[in-house]
Structure formats: structure tokens, C-alpha cells
């Protein structure tokens, strides 16, 4: 199969340094260079909880969308994901795969592209970031159009991240 790029979304509300280091870890593992975006921090939105950390990566591979899916799930729960919890309640670990290419529509299970850029925040300005003159794959507009025009009331910031010793994010930065 030839390679896509794909979109990946990383959230943690525990020990979100920690969580956040070990899935870029694992990602650079898997797929060798990543496109990260600024780290930004976010109130919980669905429940009461502790502020989250996110981020978009960008990567290009070859693996299916039920490899990626397998691989993501097994990487949640090394890093103490449970699943026995409420949907929205604090988590360690939360990927989830954005896009895959241009698909659209249910691929291996998955719904692409996934809801949550055109509704989260905290989803869609780290993927207009590293992203902007790219288009969604449904609607056709790009991530930075989509940013612009996007109203909400969630509350999201840029925070200080450092991963491998590299300055990944800056609070005052963007």
C-alpha cells in the first residue's frame, strides 16, 4: 500500500508531560519524522476534570487504518488507559486518527475524518498549525479557513513543551 499522510490527535489530562513524551515517542518509533503542532492546554469539554494537553501530528505511512487503530490502542492502555471509565472522563492517553489521505466515510470501523475537527478547539487549531493550506477531506475548505471562521467558546492556550530536548511549543509563541 503507498503511503498517506496521516493526522493524529494526542490529548492527556494525567500526568500529561509524561503521556504526551511517550506518544511521540512510539510515533517517531513507528514512522520516523513527525510534523508536530504547538502543545496546547484545554479545559475537560463533556465533563469536570483536570485541564488537557493536545496536540496534531502529521505523519505519512503505509499502515491501514485498523493497523494504526490496533497499534494506538495498545500504546493507550501501556500508558494506562482504561476503558472500564466513563466516555468523557480523565484519561492518560487519548489518540485518535483524524484523517487517513482524503478518505471519507467509515474506513476498518473508523468514521473519517473524524468529527471532533470541525467541533474541538483543541482538535482543530494544532491541525490548521501544522496544516493550514490543506483541505478537509468532506467539506473542502482548509484548516486555516476552518480556524478563522471557527466560533466557540472553548478555552485552549499554548503551553511550554520540551520533547527529546527540543523546544516543541512556547507559551508566548503563538
Known amino acids: 500500500m503507498s503511503e498517506r499522510r496521516v493526522y493524529i490527535s494526542i ?18 518509533h513507528w ?15 463533556g465533563f469536570d476534570g483536570d485541564n488537557f494537553y493536545n496536540l496534531v501530528v502529521g505523519v505519512d505511512t503505509g499502515w491501514s487504518v485498523a493497523e494504526l487503530s490496533r497499534h ?14 466513563p466516555k468523557f472522563s480523565g484519561r492518560t492517553l487519548d489518540l485518535d486518527i483524524l484523517t487517513w489521505g482524503d478518505a ?28 493550514p493550506g490543506e483541505c ?20 485552549l492556550w499554548p503551553v511550554d513543551f520540551r520533547w527529546q530536548g527540543r523546544q516543541i511549543s512556547r507559551a508566548q509563541s503563538v
Not at 514512522?31 to 469539554?45: H, K, N, R
Open 104 to 131: 471519507t466515510g467509515e474506513v476498518d470501523g473508523v468514521t473519517l475524518p473524524r468529527a471532533e475537527i470541525m467541533t474541538n478547539a483543541f482538535v482543530l487549531r494544532p491541525l490548521a498549525d501544522i496544516a
Open 31 to 45: 514512522f520516523g519524522g513527525l510534523v508536530i503542532s504547538p502543545v496546547y492546554e484545554s479545559e475537560a469539554v
Open 72 to 85: 494506538f490502542k495498545q500504546l493507550e492502555a501501556d500508558n494506562g488507559r482504561r476503558r472500564d471509565v
Open 136 to 155: 478537509h477531506p468532506a467539506c473542502g475548505r482548509s484548516y486555516r479557513g476552518l480556524w478563522l471562521d471557527y466560533r466557540t467558546n472553548q478555552k
Open 11 to 28: 490529548g492527556s489530562n494525567i500526568d500529561r508531560e509524561r503521556h504526551v513524551a511517550a506518544a511521540l515517542d512510539a510515533l517517531e
